[in-house]
């Protein structure tokens, strides 16, 4: 059924939908925390922040049942602590909700866990609790809790005209593996943030056309890009535009960009590092030419829509 004023989620589109829902708390203001619009929510504790991130994958979305259920649960997991690594946070407690059909086979959703106990090992985080609920299609909700100290994060909203642009590791063509069997940036997220290397950081979970002007828009800046490291056999419109890459994207002061590089090279050896622009000032911002996943957004928009970069 549509909306008293006849406006649906697909003419809206995720971010002006977000918009339109936070407008209705405005009011109640931030109380001293980062709420909704980055990757984590952050909340004063002590000498502490307290990061709280939730997360969703669906199926018929997110995954199908040609995955493996053990990769649905790794994946499931590790979208969550991919948003803690872009807040340069550490990931502790996960509750999880599923959501099955009734005539799903516990073993199938055995496996699933076992995806979830190899994820969470990996991480360090312990799995405290959950949910179930019947569903017409299987689901998994992860609410995940970690912290960093104050003044030890990274928002999306600190970069600034004339800082530069990092990707990491390589982008596009998330449908082969990537989507499934990518590995959280948890420590070169931490390093980044504990050293103060980083402006503005989020992960690329909607493709860098998406992405990119989002942290953009967060730092009231424009942006130009001048590089995009493609994976091997994709087009630099997959790399924009497939995301689930789960890779970090950042900015850097410029007076620190070659301790920034010369100490990523030691740290990561293997983790390719690319410079891929610069944000400049708001009024003289262009068009994405391309857009990346939106949930909502209707199809046609998103083939023919460029989107506008403040």
């Known amino acids: 059924m549509a909306p008293p004023d006849g406006v649906t989620l697909a003419d809206l589109g995720e971010d002006a939908f ?27 504790y002590g000498q502490q922040v307290l990061l709280l991130k939730t997360d969703a994958v669906v199926e018929g979305v997110h995954f199908d049942k040609s ?38 086979s516990a073993s199938y959703w055995e496996a699933v866990y ?18 179930l609920s019947s569903a017409p299609v299987c689901a998994l909700s992860v609410a995940l809790t970690g912290s960093a100290r104050r003044g030890e994060i990274a928002l999306r909203s ?50 860098l056309a998406a992405d990119l002007p989002r942290l953009a828009r967060s730092s009231g800046c424009g942006f130009s890009l001048n590089h995009v490291p493609c994976s091997r056999g994709i087009s630099l419109r997959e790399a924009l535009c497939d995301g689930e890459d789960y890779e970090l994207l950042f900015s850097v002061p410029p007076r620190l960009a070659a301790r920034l590089e010369t100490g990523w ?12 622009g610069t944000l400049h000032s708001h009024r003289k911002g262009r068009e994405m030419p391309v857009s990346g996943f939106d949930h909502f957004l209707k199809q046609e928009q998103e083939q023919e829509g460029a989107q506008a970069v403040e």
């Open 67 to 104: 995955l493996p259920p053990t990769a649905v649960g790794r994946k499931a997991l590790n979208r969550a602590i991919s948003d803690m690594a872009a807040m340069g946070g550490r990931p502790e407690n996960a509750l999880v909700t599923v959501f099955s059909p009734s005539d799903t």
């Open 158 to 207: 600190g970069g600034r005209p004339g800082h530069v642009l990092y990707v990491t590791g390589r982008l596009g063509g998330s449908i082969r593996r990537k989507h499934w069997a990518f590995t959280p940036r948890l420590a070169e997220g931490q390093w980044l943030a504990q050293n103060h290397l980083v402006s503005a950081m989020m992960d690329l979970s909607d493709g």
């Open 114 to 131: 076992r995806g979830i106990f190899r994820a969470a090992r990996a991480a360090g985080v312990s799995l405290v609790g959950g949910e």
């Open 265 to 276: 090279h030691k740290k990561f050896p293997r983790l390719l590092l690319t410079r891929i």
């Open 18 to 44: 977000l918009r339109r829902l936070l407008r209705q708390g405005a009011a109640q203001g931030k109380r001293g925390f980062v709420g909704p619009g980055d990757d984590c929510a952050v909340i004063p």
